[in-house]
C-alpha cells in the first residue's frame, strides 16, 4: 500500500511537468480508508 500512495503522491505532484495528471478521486479514497482501517486494527487488536 505505501508503494501505491507513493506512486499516487508522485503522479499528483508532478501533474503536467513530468507525468499526465494524478490519480481519480476515488482512489484517493480507497487509499486513505484502507489505510485508517489498517491503524485502527493495530490500534484495537484485543488477542
Request: hydrophobic content about 55%; charged content about 5%; aromatic content about 14%.
Amino acid at each position: 500500500m505505501f508503494c501505491f500512495l507513493a506512486v499516487a503522491l508522485f503522479n499528483t505532484f508532478n501533474a503536467g511537468t513530468i507525468v499526465d495528471g494524478g490519480p481519480p478521486p476515488p482512489f484517493w479514497i480507497v487509499l486513505i480508508v484502507n489505510h485508517l482501517l489498517c491503524i485502527y486494527g493495530l490500534v484495537n487488536n484485543k488477542n
